[in-house]
């Protein structure tokens, strides 16, 4: 490997340097000027407060990386109990189901609907990707385990097996507990990032290893925070009065029983040697060794729990009482209290894991915390998303791709809650009725369009052209239907009485074909013998060019044959117009290129004229008041008596 300059293993290799430098800082550079004037700006504002504009009193002189390396490892000590407490809580069967039903939702698809869609106008990077995600990721099958893995530490990290030809081949899990994310490293790049791999010995660089986090919580910084990690602190204290109401109902739970026991005239201080007798003869049973013939007072199993023995003297008698277990052990409340708020921080609406309390809920209830519950997946799968497009990015640049081709590309999961569609649809729907309803006197469309869609002047204005353009089109798909029922129509013959009908009939079976037109007279008279005497035609028999000659549709003129002249490609142009049909069009860049003039208008940008229509107005009104003075004249001119030769009226 150390000789192939190529392989991005090689840390020697230019693509790997490349791709270091890539994800080390912006992925496509972009110049604004825009930003550099308001960052002017902003210094500019607080010139009298700093000795200089770029601030050189706050960045630090120095460069020490054992500064950090107590904090780093405080961090490091706290994410390895976070993850410890994480495996713990995966044992209870309310958190489990919960990463599941997680990791369900992000990764639904159905047979009409795939998981992942990708956006992307360039048909060949859109292929590219689809056998990316499809065929070497696999992601119908492991994405459900990634987004799991995500949820439960709130960190995943995947090594990229990145080849020089075939860019991404393979992805390897990395287990999240031996992995560290080092930022900062370098003091000159801020976005230089790394990965280690400790229990492996391995340094990875950015672009080597996808980083599934879940951000939003700047407490664990620069990893994600679990969707558990609100629930700890209640799961301990649930694990904790779980196991205090269970040993309550062991030793409380069972029947006890009371022995009063006559000690008669025993002296006091005989009386506890005598119940101490008396317990062992009862509680504890002889078994004589056959061999040794000893005595063994072996414990009697049957007496699990301590019974309690109590003296008495005088009138009394011995006597055995039965003593009430405990009375609490059905009272759960403080349970149920503990257990509502475990589903509360783990965010998994009660109806979804509990088939007990909780489970029959108002629809319309449901109905919002399914919709809530929906933006949570959402929010989740965009951190998915990032990483994936990262992939994606890495294994374009690995193929050759470059530029904006790197990053011309979207991808999106499906939405997990249909009743969230059908609000957001609903949505949609008062506003375009709202919208038709306003245009009726009150307020201009553009405004509507402005105010209530949000659009804004170049989308109003791309929004107008594409009407104009489906208008046209509808207008020549109605053009083609009228010209084709005028003529006797296609969809007649096709689809209409003509195929079932009298005229279908007429046409393919009837008397056309087997009555008197092929099976009659008619082929066979004297015509059909005209036909077979006749010689056949040759190609010697056509006229010569120049000469005058007919055929059957100049009927009965004349006409001189043309010739080449002094094109060499005439005889072709008139035998490719001949094949045409008479529809053979001219090489001009309309024809060869259609809807080139369009994109050239296109090409200095979108823009909008924003005139008065007065001088409009103007133009009609002085071209009417024209037309009418000259109407005017013309009915003057008419009225004057005419005069004669004499010039008498």
């Keep these: 490997m150390a000789d192939n300059t190529r392989n991005p293993r090689n840390p020697q290799s230019g693509l790997f340097n490349r791709l270091t430098r890539l994800f080390s800082g912006p992925i496509v550079n972009r110049r604004t000027q ?224 009371v022995f009063y026991i006559d000690v008669g005239n025993i002296a006091p201080q005989d009386v506890e040697q005598y119940m101490q007798r008396i317990m062992t003869q009862m509680k504890r049973n002889q078994v004589v060794d056959a061999q040794t013939g000893r005595v063994d007072l072996r414990y009697n199993p049957l007496s699990v729990e301590e019974d309690y023995f109590m003296p008495v003297r005088g009138d009394s008698s011995s006597k055995i009482e039965s003593l009430p277990g405990g009375t609490f052990t059905g009272d759960i409340d403080d349970v149920k209290y503990l257990r509502d708020k475990l589903f509360s921080a783990l965010k998994v609406p009660q109806s979804y894991l509990s088939r007990g309390e909780g489970a029959d809920e108002d629809k319309s209830t449901l109905a919002q915390k399914d919709i809530r519950f929906a933006r949570t997946i959402q929010r989740l799968q965009r951190s998915v998303l990032s990483e994936i497009e990262k992939i994606g990015t890495v294994h374009l640049y690995t193929l050759g791709f470059r530029g904006d081709d790197l990053v011309n590309f979207s991808l999106s999961l499906n939405n997990p809650s249909k009743i969230a569609e059908l609000q957001e649809l609903e949505h949609w729907r008062t506003k375009f009725d ?138 072709r142009n008139y035998s490719m117009d001949a094949h045409a049909g008479g529809h053979k069009r001219s090489t001009t860049t309309g024809n060869t290129v259609p809807g080139l003039d369009g994109l050239k208008t296109l090409a200095n940008g979108i823009f909008e004229e924003k005139g008065t229509n007065y001088k409009k107005d103007e133009k009609k009104i002085l071209l009417a008041s024209h037309e009418l003075r000259r109407f005017a004249e013309s009915l003057v001119s008419s009225e004057k008596p005419e005069k004669d030769e004499n010039g008498k009226a």
């Design 34 to 257: 825009t930003y550099r004037q308001q960052r002017r700006r902003q210094l500019n504002k607080y010139k009298k407060q700093f000795y200089s504009t770029s601030g050189l009193q706050f960045k630090k002189s120095t460069y020490n990386p054992f500064d950090v390396m107590q904090t780093n490892q405080i961090s490091n000590q706290n994410r390895a109990e976070r993850y410890m407490d994480f495996d713990q809580m995966e044992y209870t069967p309310e958190i489990a189901s919960s990463l599941d039903i997680y990791a369900d939702e992000m990764t639904t698809y159905s047979q009409i609907q795939d998981m992942l869609k990708i956006n992307c106008s360039n048909d060949e990077i859109k292929t590219i990707l689809s056998s990316l995600y499809s065929n070497v990721l696999n992601l119908q099958f492991n994405l459900f385990g990634w987004c799991r893995t995500m949820c439960k530490y709130g960190d995943f990290f995947l090594y990229l097996d990145i080849d020089e030809e075939e860019g991404v081949k393979t992805v390897i899990g990395l287990p999240p507990q031996e992995v560290e994310r080092m930022e900062g490293e370098d003091p000159t790049n801020p976005n230089y990032i790394q990965f280690q791999w400790n229990s492996g010995g391995l340094t990875f660089e950015n672009w080597q290893v996808a980083h599934f986090r879940i951000l939003g919580n700047d407490k664990y910084s620069p990893y994600g925070t679990s969707v558990l990690e609100p629930a700890r602190r209640i799961w301990r204290q649930l694990t904790l009065l779980e196991d205090a109401m269970m040993s309550y109902r062991i030793v409380r739970s069972p029947e006890r029983r």
């Design 434 to 571: 709202v919208a038709a309803g306003a245009t009726e006197g009150f307020f201009s469309k553009r405004w509507l369009a402005t105010n209530l869609f949000g659009l804004s002047d170049d989308e109003i204005i791309r929004m107008q052209r594409e009407m104009f353009f489906d208008r046209k089109f509808d207008a020549q798909l109605n053009a083609v239907g009228e010209a084709v029922e005028s003529e006797g129509g296609m969809g007649g013959d096709f689809g209409g009485d003509d195929i079932g009908g009298d005229d279908f009939d007429d046409d393919l079976g009837g008397d056309d074909l087997g009555g008197d037109d092929l099976g009659g007279d008619d082929l066979g008279d004297d015509e059909d013998e005209t036909l077979l005497v006749a010689p056949p035609g040759r190609r010697s028999d056509k006229a010569a060019i120049g000469e005058f000659t007919t055929t059957p549709k100049s009927k009965g003129k004349r006409y001189k044959k043309r010739g080449q002249g002094g094109h060499k490609a005439a005889a």
